[in-house]
Structure formats: C-alpha cells, structure tokens
C-alpha cells in the first residue's frame, strides 16, 4: 500500500519529553490551575495525537517479522499513554504514588456483597433449579463452588457475553444468597460509601470523573466526523486521514474481503485479517494517507458493496479525531477499573453520569449515551456497557435511577434498536434483564413508568400490517419486515422478565397499572384473534402456500405471557374480577364483528329442540387463532379454582355469558382439526396441516387445544346437555345422519369418500364428547392439584414405551421458569435403568400405575393412541388379564362445573350410542368403524363408572345419575335398548377384539344393579357380593383363557417337531454338499482352531513358529469365493489373482514424539524406523475378497460415476476416487487399495522341515555370518563393476575379487513363483503403501517401494500387539477374523514383494540393514543402535533375506537358519538397547545375596556396556532390577516377532498363548526357539557378539544421545492414550472460557476446541486462524491433525459438547460425547444444561476406536448414512 510516509520529525519529538515528563509535577499543576477541565484539554490536545493512532497498522500482519513490529509498537503505544495520559490523572486523584494510593483504597473500602463479575463469550454459568426467581438468576464458577447450590438440581449452560453473576442479590434468590466468599461479614451497613472517602478526593473525583466522561461522551456520540470538541483541536493539523470501515450484520465476509482486496489492493491473508478485526472490533482502518487516497479506497468499497443491499459504512476520518476517539474509549475502561477499587468512588462516578445537564431532561451523560447508542460501533458500545455494569448497575440506589430512565426512554432505545442492525447482545436494549428481572424493580417500574403497558403498546405499534378487520396481517412479508419482526420479538422477552415473578402482595396502584396493561394486552389479542383465516379450497388445489409461521411464532412467543398474566390474576380477587370482566367485553367485540347472525335456524332430535344459526367449516371462513376466547377460558377455571364462583356470584358476570356463542368459536377450531383428519381439507396444502400440528404440539396447545376444551367444557356445564350436542352434531354436518331413520339407506349409496370421510368425523365427534367429559386433570375443572396433571402426561407418555428423561421432557409442557414439574413426580411412577456403552438411560412405567391408562388421553396423536393400546394389550396379555382396557376412574369435578356429567345420561348421547351399536348389529355395508364403536363402548364405560362412583359416596336418595335405567328400557329403535344391543354385540363372531370390553360393561351393568337392590333394601352400601359376582366371572374367564393358552402351545410344539423332521431328512439327502461347506468352513477358520485339531497328532513336537526346527502348518488348500461374481477359486500362485479390500493410512498412534518434523518426501530415507515410531504405515481390512479382475471392473465402474456425478453436483462423496478410494462392495467399508493374497508355502521355502522335526544341516551363527559377509562382499564387488560399466570377461582378475560362496552365483535370475496378474496386484498394494507414506505420485522404480511394504506389516503387527496388551487378551486366537486374514495376507505379500522389485534394489537394503547389526567400512552413514526400531529392523532384514538367498544355487537352503540367526542378532542388539536406556531405581530390597542366573548375566552384559562408555552410564548393583527391567522392556517385541513369524512361516501356535493369564514369557521364548533365560543367547555366543557389541557402543551417536543430544525412548515403550478429561464437564468449559484466539491479540475464541490426542486447545472454525497446508486455507483443527495425527485428529468442540473426528481435509463426522447427565443422555450443544460427567467406559470406546486405526473408517460409514455431512466443508473447522 502506497501510504503517505507520516512525517518522521513528529514521531521522535516526544521522545525527549517522555524522558523528562513527570506525572506528578503535571498533576500539580492541573490541581493549581484555575479552569481543571481547560488544563486537561489542553494536555490531551497535545499529547493524544502524537501517541496514538501514528500511521498504517502494519496490515495484518502478513509476516511474523510484520506481526513482531505490530506487537512491538502496541507496547510502546501502552506504555505512552499510560505514562503520558493515565498517570496524571491518577495522581490528580490520589495525590500520591497510584500504586500505593490504589492498595490504600481497597483496603479501606467495605465492598458490597454483589460479586457483579461480568461473563464473557463461552464462559459457564449456573442457574439453581430450587432456588433461582427465575432463569435469568445466575452464577459465576466461582461463587457457584462455593454456594450451597451445588448441592441442589442446577442448570448449567455458557453465556453468551454481557449479563453478569447474580450472587449476593437477595431478590435473585429464594434462599441461599451468598456464596462463602461474598457473604456480608457484618449486616452491610446503609451508609452512603461516599461517606468514608476523604472530602477533598471526593471534589478532585467529582471533577475528574465530570471532565474525563463528557470527554469521552463528545467524542462517542459526535455527529460530525471531522470536528473534535472545542478545547482538544491539535496544535498542527496535518493532512493525514484514517478510512475506517465499520461492522454491519447485512454483508457476509466472503463480501467483505473481496470488496477490501479491490478497494486497497491488499493479500487475500490481509483482508480476512481485516474482517475479522471489522467483525470483531466494530470498525478497523483499512488505509492510511491523505484524504485523496483514502475517500478513493471509500468509493470503490461503496460502489462494490450496494449492488445487492445497502452498502457498506466507510468514513474517511481525520487521525486526530480517531486518536482521540480511541484514547476515550481506554479512558472509559481506566474508570471502570478505578471503582473497582472503591465503592465510595463507584458511587461518584454513577451520580456524576445520572446529573442532568443544562438542557434539562434526558440530558445527563448516560442518556446520551444510551440514546445514542444505535450509531456506535460495536467496540465502543462493549465498552460503556461494560462501564454501566461495573457502575451503575452495581449500586443499587443508583441502579433504580437507570432503571427509571431507561423506562422512561424505552420506546425510543426500542425503535431505535429496530433500525439497527447490530445484535441484540450489543445493544443498549439488552441490559433490560439486568433491571426488568428484579421483582421489586419491575413492580415499581411498572406503577411508575407504566412500563407494562409501555411494552405492549411499542410492540402492537411496530407490528404494522393489518387487514380490514384490524387483525394482524403476516402474508408474503418482505426480508426486511421479517427481519423487523425477528426484532420486535425481543419486546416479548422484556414483558416476559416484567411478569416472570407474581406478585405475593397488592397496592391499589399496582392493581391499576397491572389492568391498565391488561388492557393494551387485549388490545394485542384482539389483533390476533381469527387472523390467518382459512377457506376450504374445493375443486382445485391452492396455487402459493399461504404464510403462516410468523403468527405461531408470535402465539408460541406470547403462551407463556398467556399463562403468566393468568398466574397474576390468580393472587387477587378484585384482579380477577376485573380481568374476567375485560376479557369478556373484549371477546363480545369480537363476536360482533362475526357475519353469522343471519340465518337461524332451529334443530330437533331425541324430542329436544334447539335454536342455533347456519354456519358450515366446510364452506365459511375459519381461525385457529382465538387467543382471546382462551384466555376468557383460563380465566373462567381460575374463577373456579379460587371458588370465587361460589363464594360471591353476585359479583361475577356470568348472566352476561351466552354458552352457545362461548363455545362457537373453539368448537369450529376444533372441527376444522376433525375434518383435515377426515381428508376434507387435502386442497389447502401443508401450511394447513403444520398449523394444526402446532395447535396440539407441547409448545403451544396449552394455550390453544386444552384452552378450546376448557372453553367447551364451560359451555357445556351452563347449558342443557342436550342442546350443547345437537349444535356440536350441527357443526361437525353429522346432526342429519342421526336425525332420521331412512339415513342409512341414503348413508349407504353416498359415494365411497363421502362414507370414509362421514365416518371419521362421527369419530372425531365422539372423541370430543370423551375429552370434554373426561377431561378433569385441570385443577379448577377437577379437584386435582398441578402435581396430578404432570403425573398423569407422564404415565401416558410410558404407557407408549420407556422413554429417556429428554424426551419426557420435550413431552411436557415448560412454564415461564423452564420447569415442567417432571423431577417431583418420575420417580414415583417410574423405575430408571442405566445406559450401556451405548444409547442412553430409559425410564419404565412402574406396573401399579397401568390401571391410570386412558386408552382416550387428550394428549395423544392417533400414533402414540396405537402405539400405546397396542403395548397395554400387550401388557395384559403377557399377565393372562383380558385385554379390556376401560377408562380409570375420574377425578369428581368441581362444582362450577359439576353439571358436565349429565352430558353422559342425556337423550342425544343415548340415542347416538344406540344408532352407532345398531349399525354395528347389521354390520352389513360400510357406514361404521371398530373405532368408532371402541369410542362408544368407552362413553358407555365413563357413564358407569360416574353412576358407581356417585352411588359409593352419596344416599340412594342423592343419585341423581341413572344411566343403567336409560339403557336397559326400550329404546325407540326396534332391537331394543342399548344394553340389549351390547349383548347381542357379545356373540358377533367380527368383534373379538371388543369382546373383553363389552363383557366388562355388562358385568358393571350388573354390579350397579345389585348396589341399587342392597341400598334400596337395607339402606347400607355394601358392595362386597357385587363384588363376589364379579370374581367368580373372572376366575371362570381366566381358567377359559388358561386353556386356550395350553392348547397354543401344544399346537406351536407339534409344529417345531415336524419342521426339525425335514430339515434333517434334508440333510441327509444333500449330505456331500455340506460335507463339503463344513471342509471349507474348518479351512477358513483362523489359526486357533487348528492348533486344537493338530494338537490331537503329535505332542511330543513343541510348536517353534522360526528356525530349522519349526513345524510348517500341513498342506492344505485355502479356497474363497469373490464376493462381486460368487465364483470360488484356490488360492496358488499361478492362478488368477485374488485380493482383499484395505484401507492403508499414516499413522501416529504408537508415536512417542508428536514434534517430530517430517522430512521433505522427496528426500526421506525410510529403511530405518526410529524407536520413536514418530510416523508409521498402518494397513487394516474389512476381510472381504474379490477376483482382481472384478475389483478392477468395479473401481473403473466407480470412477465412472464419480466423473458423472462431478459433472452434475459439484459436491464431495464420503470418499476421494482420485486418491484410488472406494467403498467395500459388501460392506461400504472405507478402503483405497487390495492386498494380493498369496498361497501359504510360496515355492522357495524349504519343505523339507514340514517332514523332519529338525533340519540336516543348520549352520552355526559364525558359520552363517562369514558366508554372509562373503555374500555381501560378492554382492558389492558385482555392483561396482555394474556400475564402472565394464564387461565380466574382459577384467582380468588383477585385484583380489572376493571369493563367492559356492554355488552364489551373482547373475542368475530367479524365477519369479507368481503368475502376471499376481504380480500386478504386488505392485499395486506396494505402489498404494508407497504413495500414501510419502505423499508422493507413483514410481515403481523408486528403490523405496519395497522398504514401505515390508514398513506397513511391521507397524501394523506392532499396532495390534498393542492392543491385545492393552486389552488383556491372549497373543493368538482373539483376533476378529478381518483383521487375522489382514495380517496373514499382509506378511505374505510382504515376503513376496521382492520378487517384483529390481534384485540389486533389494540387496542394496539387506546389506545397509545387515551393516546396522554387524557394521561395515564400506557402508556410511548407518544409524546408531539407539535410533533403530528392532523390530523394524528385523521383519526388512528376515523379507529381505529372501533375495540374496534366492542367488544361491547349492540347494541346501538355510533360509530358516538364517531367519533364526537374525533373529538372535537383533535379540541381543534389543537388549544392549534396553539396558543402555534403563532407568533403574534404587529399591532397598533384601535381595538374596545369591542372584538368579539371569541376573548374573544381565549384571554382566551391563558392566562390560559401562566399560565401552565409561561414566555415560550409572552404576547399578541390582541384577534383580536391570533383569525385571530387560523383561519388561523385550517382552512387546517378543510377541510381536511371534505373530511375524506365525503368519509368515503358517505355523499353528502352542496352547499356552491362546489363552490370556501368566506363563507366557517361557512358551513365548520356546515357540521362538529363544532360551528363556534371553541372555544365554549373547552368552553362548560370547566371543563372536562381544566385538560387535563394542562397535555398537562406539557409534558417536550412542553417547551424543545418552548425554542429552536426542529423543531417548525407554523400553517397554508405554501406550499412547487419549489425554485425561475431567470429571465435571464445567471444568473444560472454564478452561475453554479463558482460552484466547492465539491470532487475534486476546480476542475469545468462538469455538475452542480440544484436541483429545495430544490436548492442545485450539481456535476452530475461524478466519483469524486459518493457515495453508498442501497450498490450501485450512482451519485450525484441521492443520493441527496434519501434526498431531498425520491427517486424522479427534477433538472435542468444548461449547457444543461434540466430539469431532477429521481425516483429510474433506472427511469428517460428529461423534458422542464421552459426558453424561445423571439421565445418561449426551447433551450435544448443551440445550438441557443438567451437569455433565465424564463417563469413562465411553471415553475409552472412543480411545479404542483410535487405537485400533477406526477413525476413517467411523467417518465413512457416518458419512455414508447421512449425506448432510458430506456437504460440511471440514477443512474450514
């Protein structure tokens, strides 16, 4: 950027006078100055501009030497005006040194008991379930450790910034305060703190304070950009202008940075710097210059960014002005950090910013601020806020004067936040929960401000859209209108904290101001009420979708203001008189506006009539939006809940009620639901069928469904039953089908829809008489209590199925406080079972509260009703009951609504129960249902229960109920009464299934009768013969049941027999087929099982897996079906190819050094594995087999559809096809290459050892080292001439050439055992190994090919030796069968891989290898002992072997020979690299003088390693200590050898090792043909190895890295594992609330997230973090798995609770949480709060998934199952 250069005199000017400046001698003379506010100007005129703000930011900092400079000049700037600007004023203030001043401060001040300690982004808070007045109480970490509410239910959740701890407020809390560390000492005395500070600081804080403030203010709330308050212009004004760019929500980043790589030509780097700081700070300067350059750089950023919206906010601003606008904001933060201090100064500082000013009102300092809120940017509206906290907000007497003023301007902070579009958190508006929460606040607000009704008018105000009829109007609304009413919905949140607690005592005023909000509350319901009305669509189908979400938003919004206002009204008589009375005049202006008056009509049926109007759902306009209606409901209820009804009538309007219009508009709602369920209303799309969703969803039918039955409950208890049913028959259009009785015969011809639809209604009709007379679990409607109602949801929703304690939870409805009274009713009505490793804890209804099931519970979708009946039946029959399930006895009603009963008994009902049990007599045609008849059973059941009940508990005299008399006369209709046709029903044959319910309704029928005859005899109710007639029906039905159940059995028994009859006559037929699966069967089955069948040959042989004397597994074939054409084929070696899926990838599981810097590929030298294991190959196998020619068909087939696929959708698939990834055919099993599998004995072993238990001729170690040395030696002379380029022949032997061993001739070329396609898959596995562990394209010819194949089988035999260990599992025959054929195949191929490299590659690694154990001149740079894995080294030197010995043409092989020999070798060379790494500590043990044999030995070995390193090593005198400690430290590379060799050599294991426990060490030492005393091996050959071992111990690497100059590992290298978590989830929480942005100078991060391998934090998800890996921005997680994980990472998102797992840059998948709640539920993105904990069996699931290499292979399944995953762009996180 070409920006002006500032002028560099100006900056080195100041410099002497920083020397010479005294804060204090300035101090001084401000003090004697006679106009302070003049002298401080002047001083910050001068020094302000010359501090701050000098020149361009180095611009993000592209550079760490650019990112140094920066950090450096903030110091300096610090320092400056801290010194300059700060310092002065302190001692102004103090009048001595600030230090000592300030310490003296705090230690006079008497704090207050409020902790008031603010919360930043992400930090955890805690809310007390018990104890807290509402949600929005809460507490910091600390003061929550330290409180008594630990101890109780508590809610746990991360703030989102702003709001602070609420310890020590008493009104917060309904008990329980104070924490232990802000409980007041002595009762805090009232006196002002003003009081105890000295009287001349408290006129110099006035003063200051005053000066600094309105300093500070002008500058914020300037209009003008260019003009600096009067005082404060610079001495010399340059022409230097800053452009500043400044924050909105409207423009995306993407935006931002392309705009700013335009505007100022800057890096890609440096414009995400610059948004992140924009989006951050509120504004940051992009361009520094002269006003030219800078208003250049503002247009072209105004004209990129207003094409699609408004465009982006830039000024171009003045360096002066910007300087100071910055110093006002540290001076802002300087004052808040000086009260701290004092609350005597706190006090001076809030009444210095609530002094109204000479303009009168709203004039005072804070005021300006608050007003002028909305044009800040973000930074500096943090900032005050912060200010206002600490201060004002704080003091509680001054506390009530900012609540007063902020009431007082609320409507216009509100209107003013409608028109920003900054976020509420940053907005002035956002402390209303600080005051609004505070119940003794909002009442005296509310009596004084009027503040109810304040909130409700600005909010009807800002919802502007009417129709006609002054209801709302939400249809097709624009972006910006829903963005407004996104707003406008906050104002709902602060009426909501106004109401949140009710209040325990009434003033006369507050009555007032309450009803005066009721009414602007009405006045908002009576906007809604009908709004969104819907008309039937007929004929065709509604073209758009009307809208409909914004009113449910608003109804779900306002439910719980609904209810609160009632819980209000509930504490006083005189309120809810008065409410009621408003609500009702409110609902008849509603009723007037309806246009239905006009036709009466009038009704008759059963010999009653009723005069009603005609009015059709299914024609007319119709609203599920009746709030006003509901609340009249919930106010009706409360009247009788309070028995107010009861106690003074006179006062209540009920004459004024007219039941028939009370009930009009909730019965059309209701009807509406009856006919969409009918499939009447298919025409009006979805938006129809979401909105009756809604009106019985949880969230809303509290307010909405239960309101609709309460309202015709109300009706129906004021009105004659009979009346109420005809005009409910009238508006569901049925009352014509039960009004004549030719209507069948017109029923059946209707067309077969009309039927279907005409039978659901009648269902649906019948449904609502059951909810409107059954339904009492409202207290108020019933005699209940609260707790009832709860218990009841809860044992219907365990009547479904057992449910987790979430689900209970979203099943119930919350109230204002978030409670749903769930915790004080769960345990008494159901049993918890704990989770496993997997799903979550359940909770099972308790069998005694089955009998409470109401098969018709309101609350029951039509698929929870089946669902449940079906688990009740299921119930019933498992305990031999009948599966009748007949209502449970009801609650008795409360007396104002007592006459519902009736309904039950009346003429109607009767003769609609007859009609329905009619149709079903003469089942002939279509025009019933089984449901609808249940239904009428069920009506039939509640009336005999009611009768009994009224029966047990009044005088025959008093029962005013006979429905058993109603139903045993004569009906009209010609078969009789109801009871009658009950008993005809009982013998239909079609009916089983209501057979149970009919009996139980004829045997009450009985019971009540025989009550009746008892109290009419004798007068006394005895119910017990009754009782006695019932029983004996039982016991009879149940012996009948019993039966049948028997008879059941023996039928199913006579079944199994006669089926286990053919299949044996089957298997006799085909016996040689399965003859033949059973030989496969034991072909395939895995080592294991072999050994118990050779076992039973001979047991003299011990089992040796190496060596002449190993015993070779007996020939046989190995056959395997391809599992893409199900051919089977032998596995050999000169047959098509087969091949086994893999998945090959970099791993760092076993790694002991995660710092490790990887070598350029290019360049890096893999033929030694350093002891670290820093970086291996791992290969794992889903275990399926394939031709590879089929593979090859299917991968192209793949591809092929991938390129389509890219062509179509640009997206990615859950695997790379480019990087040769593809999913198992079988299994979608993640895999990216095939391992060729190869026959067990490849034709160059020696098969001669199968016959002979011991070989002929086994060359002693000497004997094999010379012939190998001579090998070598031949070898190198040969390679020389080959690359001298000279011919054989014509080199006349003139230097002694090296005498080959005989029969080594150095030109012969093997012949290769394997056919061609085999040896194209060898090269394709290699090439995969190859490409994935360097990251390089494909070479063949690089001589590395071979060494990384022979790398990934000894990693892999290292990684699973691991896991057994880990896992306590024996060595052999507990392997998973994929992973047994991975390995077999695995070592296979790698002893065969040679044979398609080029032979002097692989010589040239076996000599280097062969020279790290027996060291060579003629080979440089071979490692020192100490950076070599001996394992590696083993399994490259035994496969490598096999190429020189393929050279020697004698024909006596000594492969095995030599397989043992090298195995002694590195035997030795592991123990010389354990000892010398030992730590050994001294323990004071009485050891027997006498040591062990091995002891002696190992003392030994040691000495004469002390005596070729002198004092590198310390002198130890326990051979007991260093022996355990070479056990120890030999034993995971002995059990890693003996599955090499068992897979490599076929060779069965011995018993010992299939099973885990001790006394392995000695069959592990045989099986390897080792002593198990190891040291005899160096002991036995002492002569030979003791040279060698003296070569070893002088490599200078040896003492280099023994004195400290390398990575030492010590032996037995420990596992890795995941990092420890702890116990309480809060704990991360905190540490992730302190983590800051490493890249943005202190700046929260958003989501920290926790590597859990290596427990880094780290800012995910992120611009500011963002680095390049591989030439691409990557987040932070994903550039740190390429460190810590070699590409797979798994980490923890702190504030989401979620464990994330990576692979690449496009792989990843979410995973549970290893934390659970005390309900054994993971709680991802903490939404519940209950306290998390960590659940360790979980955490290890996870930890085994990342030993065992399962993460990619997790990933891909996931990714598999759920496609959203694919589409999330992981490199970014």
Known sequence: MAAAEPDTDQLSSPGSEFLNFSAKDTASRWLAAADLQQEVYRHLAAYVPRILCLGPSSSGGSSREGQREEQREEQREELAYQLLLLAPLEWLLLREEPAAGLAQLQENNRPSPLCGHVFKVGEPTYSCRECAADPTCVLCMQCFLGSVHKEHRYRMTTSGGGGFCDCGDAEAWKRGPYCQKHTPTDRHTEEDPVAQLPADMVARGYSIFSIILKYAVDLLTCDQEEQLPAGLEPPERGDTYYCMLFNDEVHTYEQVIYTLQKAVNCSQKEAVSFATMVDRDGRKSVRYGDFQFCDQAKSVIVRNTSRQSKPLRVQVMHSSVVAHQCFALKALSWMGQIIQYSDGLRRILCQVGLQNGPEGENSSLVDRLMLNDSKMWKGARNIYHQLLMNSLLMDLKYKKIFAIQFAKNYRRLQTDFMEDDHERVVSVTSLSVQLFTVPTMARMLMVEQNLMTTIIRTFVDHLRHRDLQGRFQFDRYTAQQAFKFGRVQSLIGDLKYVLITRPSEWTNQLRLKFLEGLDAFLDLLKCMQGMDPVVRQVGQHIEMEPEWEAAFTLQMKLTHIISMIQEWCSTDEHVLIDAYRKCLSALSQCHCGLPDGEQPISLSLAGHTVDTFRYQVSQDKVSIHLPVCRLLAGLHVLLSRTELSSRVPEQLPLGELSPPLLIELPLRCLVLCAQVHAGMWRRNGFSLINQIYYYHN??????????????????????????????????????????????????????????????????????????????????????????????????????????????????????????????????????????????????????????????????????????????????????????????????????????????????????????????????????????????????????????????????????????????????????????????????????????????????????????????????????????????????????????????????????????????????????????????????????????????????????????????????????????????????????????????????????????????????????????????????????????????????????????????????????????????????????????????????????????????????????????????????????????????????????????????????????????????????????????????????????????????????????????????????????????????????????????????????????????????????????????????????????????????????????????????????????????????????????????????????????????????????????????????????PFLRATALFFHYLNSTAPPADLLVAGPGHWEALCSFLSLPSNLLQVHQNQHTLLEPLIYRWCCHPGVRQTLQGGGVIVRFPRESNRLIELPEDYSVLINQASSFTCPRSGGDKSRAPTLCLVCGSMLCSQSYCCQTEVEGEDVGACTAHTFTCGAGVGLFLRVRESQVLFVAGKTKGSFYPPPYLDDYGETDQGLKRGNPLHLCQERYRKIERLWRQHGIAEVIGHAQEANQTLVAIDWQHL
Request: proline share 5%; net charge negative; with cysteine.
């Open 698 to 1531: 949880v969230k809303c039918r509290v307010e909405m469904f239960d309101k609709d039955i309460i309202m015709l409950q109300a009706g129906a208890s004021m009105m004659d039953p009979n009346h109420f049913l005809m005009i409910v028959l009238s508006r569901f259009e049925l009352f014509n089908i039960f009004n004549s009785a030719d209507v069948r015969k017109r029923y059946r011809e209707a067309n077969k829809d009309v039927v279907q639809q005409n039978n659901t209604l009648i269902e649906e009709m019948l449904h609502l008489i059951i909810m409107v007379v059954g339904e009492r679990y409202v207290a108020g409607v019933g005699q209940v209590e609260p707790f009832d109602e709860v218990r009841r949801e809860i044992i219907h929703q365990l009547s479904i199925r057992p449910m987790a304690h979430s689900e209970l939870v979203k099943a119930l409805p919350e109230n204002g406080n978030k409670e749903t009274g769930l915790e004080g009713v769960i345990d008494i009505v159901a049993s918890f079972k704990k989770p496993g490793v997997t799903g979550r804890g359940l909770y099972e209804l308790r069998p005694e509260w089955n009998k409470n099931f109401n098969l018709y519970f309101h609350h029951y979708s039509r698929a929870d009703q089946s669902k449940a009946e079906e688990a009740q039946r299921k119930l019933r029959r498992q305990k031999g009951e009948d599966t009748a399930l007949p209502p449970p006895l009801p609650p008795p009603l409360c007396p104002l609504f007592g006459s519902l009963v009736n309904l039950l008994q009346c003429d109607v009902l009767l003769s609609v129960e007859g009609a329905v049990l009619q149709w079903a007599v003469e089942s002939s045609g279509g025009g019933w249902t089984e449901s609808m008849l249940q239904r009428v059973l069920h009506l039939v059941a509640m009336s005999l229960l009611e009768e009994q009940q009224q029966l047990e508990n009044n005088r025959d005299d008093d029962v005013t109920f006979n429905y058993t008399y109603k139903i045993t006369r004569e009906a009209p209709s010609p078969s009789g009464s109801v009871l009658a046709l009950l008993e005809t029903l009982q013998k239909a044959p079609q009916l089983e299934v209501h057979k149970d319910m009919i009996t139980w309704i004829i045997k009450m029928v009985a019971n009540i009768k025989t009550m009746r005859e008892q109290t009419a005899s004798t007068s006394t109710v005895s119910v017990c013969p009754g009782h006695g007639a019932e029983e004996t029906v039982r016991d009879r039905d149940k012996a009948e049941r019993k039966r049948k159940a028997e008879m059941a059995r023996l039928r199913r028994e006579k079944i199994m027999a006669q089926m286990s009859e053919m299949q044996k006559h089957f298997i006799n037929e085909n016996k040689e087929l399965f003859q033949q699966s059973l030989e496969e069967l034991e072909a395939s089955t895995s080592a294991a099982a072999e050994t118990s069948a050779t076992g039973l040959g001979p047991t003299c042989v011990t089992q040796v897996c190496v060596g002449p004397r190993r015993v070779g597994r007996a020939e046989h074939r190995q056959l395997v079906t391809c599992i893409l054409c199900q051919e089977e084929q032998e596995v050999r070696g000169h047959s098509r190819a087969m091949v086994l899926a893999a998945f090959v990838q970099r791993s760092t599981v076993l790694s002991k050094n995660r710092r490790h810097i990887v070598p350029d590929p290019e360049r890096q030298e893999p033929l030694f594995m350093h002891p670290d294991l820093s970086l291996g190959i791992h290969t794992a196998s889903c275990g399926h087999i394939m031709h590879a020619i089929c593979w090859q068909r299917y991968f192209e087939a793949v591809q092929l559809k991938e390129q389509r696929r890219q062509q179509r959708l640009r997206g990615h698939t859950s695997y790379d096809v480019e990087n040769g990834e593809f999913l198992c055919p079988l299994c979608e099993c993640l895999s990216n290459t095939v391992i060729p599998l190869l026959p067990h004995s490849p034709d160059h072993r020696c098969t001669h050892s199968l016959s002979l238990p011991v070989s002929v001729n086994h060359p002693t170690l000497e004997a094999w080292l010379n012939t190998t040395n001579q090998q070598i030696a031949t070898l190198h002379s040969a390679h020389r001439k080959q690359s001298d380029g000279t011919a054989e022949e014509a080199e006349p032997a003139g230097e002694a050439e090296p005498a080959a061993p005989e029969g080594f001739r150095v030109d012969f070329t093997p012949q290769s055992p394997f056919s061609s396609s085999i040896r194209e898959m060898i090269t394709t596995f290699s090439v995969s190994t190859y490409k994935v562990g360097l990251k390089l394209n494909p070479n063949e010819q690089d001589p590395r090919v071979p060494v990384l194949s022979w790398s990934t089988c000894a990693y892999t035999i290292q990684s699973i030796e691991r896991l057994l260990m880990e896992e306590e599992k024996p060595l052999f025959g507990s392997l998973p069968c994929r992973q047994d054929d991975c390995l077999s195949s695995l070592t296979r191929f790698s002893s065969a891989c040679w044979t398609v490299a080029p032979l002097k590659t692989v010589h040239t690694h076996f000599i280097r290898l062969f020279t790290a154990l027996f060291p060579d001149s003629q080979v440089e740079n071979t490692p020192c002992i100490l950076d070599t894995d001996m394992f590696h080294l083993l399994v490259y030197s035994v496969l490598s072997y096999s190429s020189v010995q393929s050279l020697d043409q004698s024909g006596c092989s000594v492969v095995d020979s030599a397989h043992l020999h090298l195995l002694h070798l590195v035997t030795v060379a592991h123990l010389v690299q354990i000892l010398l790494t030992s730590t050994t500590e001294e323990v004071c043990m009485d050891q027997d003088s006498e040591g062990s044999e091995e002891e002696i030995l190992t003392c030994q070995l040691y000495n004469t390693l002390r005596k070729h390193l002198g004092s590198v090593l310390p002198q130890v005198s326990s051979g007991w200590q260093l022996w355990r400690c070479v056990k120890a430290g030999i034993l």
